[in-house]
């Protein structure tokens, strides 16, 4: 099935370090979801974007949409252990109320 | 809890058996959507129902499978003749009608095929 492109695929950080990740496609898109997913346990959303250019934020994650509307941007700011796990993008184009979700990063914390 | 429940959490079966999956959504939520997740991949989109009616189904979901909503509430996803390439996690996810409508997500039923 079709997927978006994540970078990058995985990352080691150390705990309060920046983090910055990023979701391409091909194809235009309205709405950008960013979700973390924990071994064994669906997905949880983290952000919602609606507009191109938009910046939103939740608590130390911060997201972009960006502003060609192909791509889409998540930083976590100060990480902490509990920030390991795996990020996922998911897209919406007009004409289908359907996601299409990215390829995830992997993100382990190193206290 | 009112959150997206499924049912069951896991399921092992042999090949050639059928299985069956449940998923009750929030209650406020029009749409339900399927996805399949495989280890190591995010979800794949499987199908999604707007109320009662199935509106868009994936070339994923071969005639093997099959996915109801027959009062626009709960969801049934039945496959036919398990085969080993069918284990992966099933996943399903609601929300409100509406353009960009956030996907909540339940836990999951993982399917395992011996």
């Known amino acids: 099935g079709q997927q978006l492109n994540q970078s990058p695929q995985s990352m080691f950080i150390q705990e309060g370090e920046d983090v910055s990740m990023n979701c391409t496609s091909s194809s235009i898109f309205n709405t950008w979801l960013w979700y973390k997913q924990d071994p064994g346990e669906g997905p949880v959303l983290l952000i919602a974007l609606y507009k191109a250019g938009e910046l939103t934020s939740n608590g130390r994650l911060t997201a972009q949409f960006g502003i060609t509307r192909k791509d889409s941007f998540l930083n976590i700011s100060a990480s902490i252990p509990s920030d390991v796990g795996i990020y996922f993008c998911a897209g919406q184009s007009s004409g289908t109320y359907k996601y299409i979700f990215g390829t995830g990063t992997r993100l382990k914390v190193l206290a | ?114």
Request: charged fraction near 25%; hydrophobic fraction near 30%.
């Open chain 2, 1 to 114: 809890d009112t959150g997206v429940s499924q049912d069951p959490r896991h399921k092992i079966t042999k090949r050639g058996q059928n299985v069956t999956f449940r998923c009750d959504p929030i209650s406020e939520h029009n749409r339900l959507y399927w996805y399949r997740q495989t280890l190591g991949q995010g979800p794949e989109f499987l199908t999604y129902f707007q109320n009662e009616a199935q509106l868009e189904k994936s070339r994923l979901l071969s005639d093997r499978f099959s996915a109801e909503r027959p009062k626009g509430s709960f969801s049934t996803l039945e496959i036919q003749r398990t085969e080993q390439g069918d284990s992966a996690m099933y996943l399903c996810a609601s929300s409100l009608i509406g353009p960009g409508g956030e996907l909540f997500f339940g836990e999951g039923s993982r399917l395992t095929v011996l």
